[in-house]
């Protein structure tokens, strides 16, 4: 559903069919997955429980989800088929909320949750529910005609959800650092107690955890990965850079590394183990797998489409790599890079095989750590392609990676400021 579009209410998704890209059915809705917060603040709307067709119920993340129109879902097509299993911060919107007797705020009267409504926040990709449909008198079914006027209210006009009254732990602090970025919120975690560190990584959830484990000294990413169930850990390392994640893998004994790899995606596990085959301070130790790939006759539409995506960082989404197939890494042959800016001059239709930059040579994946800046230095980059001896595109050094590894141990320590005070003891 795009930012603006209309709300939708919950009792319409129940049932409807999960699709990929391709049209193919995977699965159908099953409950959709909520994060309540602390005071009246609407609930963050995490994910769907799906469905497939071998009646394995799975989570799909909202962040995987492209579309909700016409009685259809539909997917990005990456799922995770592991059995989907509730943790304690998160609620189920048919299995908890729905039928539930809360109270209104302006009269005290109490009333029964018949229905809910989502919307995706705008020029956001996160979704809430942000209105309640309620019948007051007595109790009825969550679908079930009853006596009583109907009506519906915004969330704060209703109170009988909120974190306080469920009497939950971290989340009072994690609802205080929500808004916070990654980088500012791994600085938090940095300084609270290991039992409270613990506690706030276990209430977030994958994607928020990953983006907040790439910004944490090595200490505490080892720390807080080596709480996590391991089913639940190698969810967190397939949502982090590739790169983040073989470095934090690096980390680990062998056998933790092979249990972890072994949980991943085999996809997955095998950019992990590419990765760590190359020194850590070299182009192939600093490479990302997941640059923006493209075939020669795709459209600078079609490339402006890929750098829309707002899960990729500034520097990935600054150009795209132009490749004979396969697409993804290692590709067929490399044949150069088209800048963004040079993508924004161009008629959508026109292929990016005419604009390519051809000039500018690739890194070599054994490139030291001060060769690979001296590029960056020279040609003002804040991407470059990792190319091997066969002319097959690898990956691609981001500038943040290689600012990562030449700042001192403790650069994260020295600058921080927040505008709010936040506890950061153990209680």
Same mark, same amino acid.
């Given at each position: 559903?795009?930012?603006?579009?209309?709300r939708i209410f919950v009792s319409h998704?129940?049932?409807?069919?999960?699709?990929?890209?391709?049209?193919?059915?995977?699965?159908?809705?099953?409950?959709?997955?909520?994060?309540?917060?602390?005071?009246?603040?609407?609930?963050?709307?995490?994910?769907?429980?799906?469905?497939?067709?071998?009646?394995?119920?799975?989570?799909?993340?909202?962040?995987?989800?492209?579309?909700?129109?016409?009685?259809?879902?539909?997917?990005?097509?990456?799922?995770?088929?592991?059995?989907?299993?509730?943790?304690?911060?998160?609620?189920?919107?048919?299995?908890?909320?729905?039928?539930?007797?809360?109270?209104?705020?302006?009269?005290?009267?109490?009333?029964?949750?018949?229905?809910?409504? /989502?919307? #995706?926040?705008?020029?956001?990709?996160?979704?809430?529910?942000?209105?309640?449909?309620?019948?007051?008198?007595?109790?009825?079914?969550?679908?079930?005609?009853?006596?009583?006027?109907?009506?519906?209210?915004?969330?704060?006009?209703?109170?009988?959800?909120?974190?306080?009254?469920?009497?939950?732990?971290?989340?009072?602090?994690?609802? @205080?650092?929500?808004?916070?970025?990654?980088?500012?919120?791994?600085?938090?975690?940095?300084?609270?107690?290991?039992?409270?560190?613990?506690?706030?990584?276990?209430?977030?959830?994958?994607?928020?955890?990953?983006?907040?484990?790439?910004?944490?000294?090595?200490?505490?990413?080892?720390?807080?990965?080596?709480?996590?169930?391991?089913?639940?850990?190698?969810?967190?390392?397939?949502?982090?850079?590739?790169?983040?994640?073989?470095?934090?893998?690096?980390?680990?004994?062998?056998?933790? #590394?092979?249990?972890?790899?072994?949980?991943?995606?085999?996809?997955?596990?095998?950019?992990?183990?590419?990765?760590?085959?190359?020194?850590?301070?070299?182009?192939?130790?600093?490479?990302?797998t997941e640059p923006i790939v493209l075939?020669?006759?795709?459209?600078?539409?079609?490339?402006?489409?890929?750098?829309?995506?707002?899960?990729?960082?500034?520097?990935?989404?600054?150009?795209?790599?132009?490749?004979?197939?396969?697409?993804?890494?290692?590709?067929?042959?490399?044949?150069? @890079?088209?800048?963004?800016?040079?993508?924004?001059?161009?008629?959508?239709?026109?292929?990016?095989?005419?604009?390519?930059?051809?000039?500018?040579?690739?890194?070599?994946?054994?490139?030291?750590?001060?060769? /690979?800046?001296?590029?960056?230095?020279?040609?003002?980059?804040?991407?470059?392609?990792?190319?091997?001896?066969?002319?097959?595109?690898?990956?691609a050094v981001t500038v943040d990676d290689?600012?990562?590894?030449?700042?001192?141990?403790?650069?994260?320590?020295?600058?921080?400021?927040?505008?709010?005070?936040?506890?950061?003891?153990?209680?």
């Amino acid at each position: 559903m795009a930012a603006g579009a209309p709300r939708i209410f919950v009792s319409h998704l129940s049932g409807i069919a999960v699709f990929d890209p391709a049209g193919d059915q995977v699965g159908r809705v099953r409950d959709l997955v909520v994060m309540l917060r602390v005071g009246q603040r609407p609930p963050r709307l995490l994910g769907l429980v799906v469905e497939l067709a071998t009646r394995r119920r799975i989570f799909l993340p909202m962040t995987r989800v492209t579309a909700i129109q016409s009685g259809q879902v539909i997917t990005t097509g990456v799922l995770n088929v592991r059995r989907f299993e509730q943790r304690p911060t998160e609620r189920l919107v048919f299995g908890e909320l729905l039928d539930r007797r809360v109270t209104l705020t302006e009269t005290g009267e109490e009333v029964t949750v018949l229905d809910l409504s /989502v919307h #995706q926040l705008p020029a956001r990709r996160d979704w809430e529910i942000d209105r309640v449909f309620v019948r007051k008198g007595k109790r009825g079914g969550a679908f079930r005609r009853a006596k009583g006027e109907a009506l519906t209210v915004e969330w704060s006009a209703v109170t009988g959800f909120s974190l306080e009254e469920q009497g939950q732990g971290a989340e009072n602090l994690l609802a @205080t650092l929500e808004q916070l970025r990654a980088a500012d919120l791994a600085n938090v975690l940095h300084h609270l107690s290991p039992k409270r560190r613990a506690e706030v990584a276990a209430a977030l959830d994958d994607d928020r955890l990953a983006d907040v484990l790439e910004e944490l000294p090595e200490d505490d990413q080892i720390e807080i990965l080596g709480k996590l169930k391991e089913e639940r850990a190698a969810d967190v390392l397939e949502a982090m850079d590739p790169d983040d994640a073989a470095d934090l893998l690096g980390e680990l004994p062998t056998d933790e #590394q092979e249990r972890l790899l072994s949980l991943m995606q085999p996809g997955d596990a095998a950019d992990m183990r590419r990765l760590m085959s190359y020194e850590d301070r070299t182009a192939g130790g600093l490479m990302t797998t997941e640059p923006i790939v493209l075939r020669p006759d795709a459209t600078v539409a079609d490339a402006l489409a890929r750098v829309r995506n707002p899960d990729l960082s500034p520097a990935l989404a600054a150009q795209i790599y132009v490749c004979r197939p396969p697409d993804e890494t290692p590709t067929g042959k490399y044949l150069g @890079t088209v800048h963004f800016q040079r993508l924004l001059r161009e008629p959508p239709p026109s292929l990016v095989s005419s604009i390519v930059d051809s000039d500018l040579q690739p890194l070599d994946p054994q490139a030291d750590l001060p060769a /690979v800046a001296g590029f960056f230095a020279t040609y003002d980059m804040v991407a470059a392609p990792v190319v091997d001896e066969a002319g097959s595109l690898l990956g691609a050094v981001t500038v943040d990676d290689v600012l990562d590894h030449m700042l001192p141990d403790d650069w994260r320590e020295q600058e921080f400021h927040l505008d709010e005070e936040v506890a950061t003891d153990g209680s």
